[in-house]
């Protein structure tokens, strides 16, 4: 496990799940180191910079998450959206700021491994299904298990898992579906199934770049209703492109504009759609 320092004197004790261990696999199950998110905040990313050969990709951002928000992040090609993904899941190292996941886990001292099992999912633009596989044999793979049954689970699948699976199947539109090869299905579907793999890790942050690129525009509504039944249940990044899923999903809540590397716009869609900034950099009215 990484290194892990304390962000405020105040907050409470950081992870340590070396106690848990015997417990997790008595389970089947990875414990979930506890991420402190006692401040009600989840992601705080201040001041960070990446360089790319000089070349400011990200540019001193700073950009908190709460709790439970769905919060869509929009802005130009090139804007750093998915270079922060890169920094949030330790990907990339930022040159100078700080990242940190809740009150203690400094995101920039952790290796992708640690962060992913600390609780944070992304999902790549690109779908990465196991097309030789069934979507329920790629939801049970994806099942947050230890590696050291990971063997034996076919035969160890009980009624709270298969539940799960269940539940999943039907989140992500894939119900009737199950035996189908990951391989046959659509571009949308594959997303949707990636999404419910995201989800059987049960992440308490969820990245998502880009979910409906290169979706009809029958699977992108659908995709926009998969994600308001995830509202508040999950804390949840959304990068987009499409500004109509984008109005679809935001429903009120924050809409963060990023341009060269920085916030250029913080508001609801109707405040940011009536920024005169924003609407000279990216909507191009
Ligand atoms: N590994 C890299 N090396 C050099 N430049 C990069 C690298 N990754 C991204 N960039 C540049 O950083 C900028 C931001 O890229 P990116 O984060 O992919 O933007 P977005 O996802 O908003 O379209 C772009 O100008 C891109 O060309
Ligand atoms: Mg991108």
């Avoid at 290194?3 to 008595?26: C, I, M, W, Y």
């Avoid at 009600?40 to 439970?68: M, P």
């Avoid at 990044?237 to 999903?249: G, L, R, S």
């Avoid at 924050?254 to 716009?265: C, I, M």
């Amino acid at each position: 496990m990484s290194v892990l320092r304390t962000k405020h004197a105040e907050s409470g004790p950081g992870f340590d799940n070396s106690q848990h261990a015997d417990q997790g696999f008595s389970h089947g199950r990875v414990m979930q180191p506890g991420v402190d998110t006692s401040h009600g905040a989840i992601l705080y990313l201040e001041d960070i910079t990446v360089s790319f050969d000089g070349f400011k990709a990200i540019n001193k951002l700073s950009l908190d998450i709460s709790v439970g928000e769905l919060r869509c992040i929009i802005g130009p090609n090139g804007a750093g959206k998915t270079t922060m993904m890169d920094v949030i899941t330790g990907k990339t190292r930022p040159s100078s700021g700080t990242a940190y996941f809740g009150q203690t886990m400094d995101l920039t001292q952790m290796t992708e491994y640690a962060i992913a099992h600390a609780g944070i999912g992304r999902k790549f633009q690109r779908p990465t299904v196991f097309e030789q596989h069934t979507v329920f044999e790629n939801l049970e793979l994806a099942m947050k298990v230890d590696k050291r049954v990971r063997q034996t689970l076919f035969a160890r699948l009980n009624s709270e898992q298969r539940g799960k699976i269940e539940a999943i199947l039907t989140l992500i539109r894939l119900n009737g579906q199950e035996h189908r090869l990951a391989g046959l299905l659509s571009h949308g579907q594959k997303q949707w199934l990636e999404i419910g793999m995201l989800l059987m890790q049960e992440p308490q942050l969820i990245l998502l770049d880009e979910p409906v690129a290169g979706m009809s525009d029958a699977e992108t509504e659908r995709t926009a209703e998969l994600l308001n039944e995830l509202r508040g249940k999950h804390s949840i990044v959304v990068v987009e492109h499409d500004m109509a899923f984008v109005t679809e999903i935001a429903q009120g809540e924050k809409v963060t504009v990023l341009h060269e590397g920085s916030v250029l716009a913080h508001g609801t869609m109707q405040q940011i759609q009536a920024d005169e900034r924003v609407i000279e950099v990216y909507l191009g009215r």
